[in-house]
């Protein structure tokens, strides 16, 4: 069973950048695509990027264009969202998630997605 550990949330004022980080077990061939999702209190669970193993296919919610940048080490398992110029409307509990090895398109549809980490709250200050 392959689990997904996150790391790096918190508390960052606006203007200010975060980067989160996820690690899934199980080795490089364990997972294929790598996404990020976010849930903000009363809403919805919504898509925020997704990479493919290879690194080469990307997508990312329009909301998020210009500001977030999401990057794969393959060979580590490991997939990093790095988020500059964070407001506060991007307060919200963010959840790494990973298909099975079989996927190889980025997607923001989260039924694609078959291992969810636990979330990790990220807050930002006005």
């Known amino acids: 069973q392959v689990q997904l550990v996150e790391s790096g949330g918190g508390l960052v004022q606006a203007g200010g950048s975060l980067r989160l980080s996820c690690t899934a077990s199980?080795?490089?061939?364990?997972?294929?695509?790598m996404g990020w999702f976010r849930q903000a209190p009363g809403k919805e669970r919504v898509a925020v990027g997704a990479i493919s193993r290879s690194g080469d296919n990307f997508w990312y919610a329009d909301f998020v264009k210009g500001r977030f940048t999401i990057a794969r080490d393959a060979a580590k398992s490991t997939v990093i969202l790095q988020m500059n110029s964070l407001n506060p409307e991007d307060t919200a509990v963010y959840y790494c998630?990973?298909?099975?090895?079989?996927?190889?398109?980025?997607?923001?549809?989260?039924?694609?997605?078959?291992?969810w980490g636990q979330g990790t709250q990220v807050t930002v200050s006005s």
């Open positions: 998630a990973a298909t099975e090895p079989s996927y190889s398109l980025a997607s923001p549809q989260s039924a694609t997605y078959a291992y």
């Open positions: 199980g080795g490089t061939f364990s997972v294929g695509v």
